[in-house]
């Protein structure tokens, strides 16, 4: 006979729909909770309309601590056979500690409601209820003359609505100067840093929100200062992606961009280098490291190296820096990687190019189809090679700040020898 807990859906099941929990609150739902003869919670629903549910230990722990969103509940499973007690705890006082108030869950019944609330994937016991987590718009980044600690970008226009998650804000703060404290002690195996310039990473129809959440985490382990996203043909920040990036995202400053293609023009003009990632072909043998992209049926302007290159380089030490990726599938749009003034690519020991999955490739295995990194893969080597520091004993070449340059971007590709007496320049 079947169970009457729950009236069935369209499917037949005895499970409450989404709408018992997901659909926007009342004022009256706010401070209502249904219970049965046990105080068994059967619905959740949401504080405000624009709430969200955050599910996983890294994610809940980090939006605890960062202090980027409105936080307003946090539910813990602690049913029967709960291994995670001290975790549990800890948690709660975390929480409490920041105002949220803590709902336990004990029943296999607020168990499944729970497993709904996060769409059937992993929780650990553990969602927590916030605002969205903040944004912000940005048209194109401003000059930055010196390294500094601070950068600042030309906002766009957003709702007031808007402004409550995002903020109004527009300036990151991010480590380019180097700071002395009286625990650190400055040695030759223990060097203080040069100052640097920013770094920011730019994509452009990232479609696979496990791949944005995996770059957001590695973009924050290895230091990139703010990661923007363009907004209308890359995966959103979903739960899934949040759940990827481990807590990263908590963290990292975010930025949406509406016109990359704009977005870059203007950042160009303020005095910002871009570095594209792209497919190498084999590099010509008189000059290692560096070639030109022949795969193309376009001829880029830009210089071409690969990511061994670029720490000699040490474009952070001249200029601020944009990293440019694109999608899965195609790779980085034409007309915004036609705009970067260096490409970089990735190349494989087996002799596949690393780039676009789409590209011929002579002397990869024809047997194996791998052809290329996964992009969050792609992500973590590039930005290691930016922000990598030079060994210690490799004499630094300081370059003038006319050293990467370049001429304009825009122009045409037509002066091939000229392109790569320039390219031979930087080494």
Known sequence: MRSSRFPPDQNG???????SFAGPSTPSDNFTRPFRKHKTLLSIPYTTAASEFLYGTSSVRAALRSGRRKLYKLYIYSGDHRSRVAEDDALRREARQVGVEVVTMREEDELRVMDKMCQG????????????????????L???????????????????????????????????????TTTTT??????TPPPRYPLVLLLDSILDP????????????LGVDALAVSTRNTAPLSNVTLKASA????????????????????????GWKIFAGVPLTPPPPSTPGVTRDKAKPHISPAKHLTHHAVPA???LSQAPTILLLGGEGDGLRWHLRKKAHYEVAIPSPRGALVGDADLDVDD??????????????AAALLCEAFLRPLPQGVERERRGKGEMSGEDVEGGGDEEAEDEARVEKMF
């Open 247 to 270: 807590g990263a995202a908590e963290f990292l400053p975010l930025l949406s961009v509406a016109h990359p293609s704009a977005f870059l023009e203007e950042s160009i003009a303020n």
């Open 121 to 140: 994937r992993p929780h650990n016991g553990y969602i927590l209820e916030t605002s969205p987590l903040p944004l912000s718009p940005v048209a194109h």
């Open 13 to 19: 099941d005895n499970r409450p729909s989404r709408s």
């Open 364 to 377: 990869a295995d024809p047997d194996s189809g791998v052809e290329s990194l996964n992009v969050g893969v």
């Open 142 to 180: 401003l000059p930055l003359p010196d390294p500094s600690s601070t950068f600042t970008f030309h906002p766009t226009p957003q709702s007031a609505e808007e402004a409550a998650v995002n903020g109004n804000s527009t300036s990151i703060t991010y480590r380019g100067l180097p700071t002395t």
């Open 186 to 191: 400055t040695t030759p195996s223990n060097p």
């Open 313 to 315: 380089l040490e474009p």
């Open 210 to 221: 496990g791949n944005l959440g995996s770059i957001i985490r590695s973009a924050f382990f």
